[in-house]
């Protein structure tokens, strides 16, 4: 008899979500990947009233993974090599407290391996100072439908040709090995 696999989930927001979610969902051991807003103090979120700010949630994506195939400090390596975790409140020109980059936590093994990591990069002088925001997971709303998948249903938009795509491209050739065939 075959064991079911056995998923993980990891959050992370790390600036707009469509690009979180076309790096994650082209890595190996990922299986889904959903864009919404997490880390806010209001009982519910919409893309509206998140860009406001007066929410607090970030744009997070819902990283389901098989932790058989690619693991948390895997998860880890390509978050931090994927977007700027020093700008405060923004990524590129995407400005605002919801593009503020946070992972989130469901377990002290999970906080004791983020914050691990970040000392890493900061003691190895990879980067002067971080800004990523280090937060318990309190549940998620899903973004709306036309956030999710935005990459692989609109990539020759202008924002996806012009910011996604390059960043994809260039995470594919430096971490080539943690990376789904490109089809």
Not at 30 to 52: L, M
Not at 108 to 122: A, F, P, V
Not at 147 to 154: D, I
Request: charged share 20%.
């Amino acid at each position: 008899m075959i064991n079911p696999i056995e998923f993980s989930y990891v959050y992370f927001a790390g600036g707009c979500f469509w690009c979180i979610e076309a790096i994650f969902e082209n890595l190996n051991g990922v299986e889904e990947v959903i864009s919404g807003y997490a880390g806010g103090i209001a009982s519910t979120a919409s893309y509206k009233i998140v860009c406001q700010g007066h929410t607090k949630h970030v744009e997070t994506c819902k990283i389901k993974y098989d932790p058989n195939i690619i693991s948390f400090d895997t998860l880890l390596e390509v978050f931090f090599l994927s977007h700027n975790p020093t700008e405060l409140n923004r990524q590129g020109n995407d400005i605002g407290s919801h593009y503020q980059s946070t992972i989130f936590y469901s377990s002290k093994q999970e906080k004791t391996k983020i914050e691990k990591y970040i000392n890493h990069l900061i003691n190895d002088s990879v980067f002067e100072k971080i800004t990523t925001q280090v937060l318990l997971f309190n549940g998620i709303f899903p973004a709306e439908k036309y956030h999710q998948k935005y990459f692989k249903l609109n990539s020759q938009q202008p924002y996806c040709t012009l910011v996604i795509s390059p960043k994809l491209k260039l995470l594919r050739q430096n971490l080539k090995k943690y990376f789904k065939p490109d089809i």
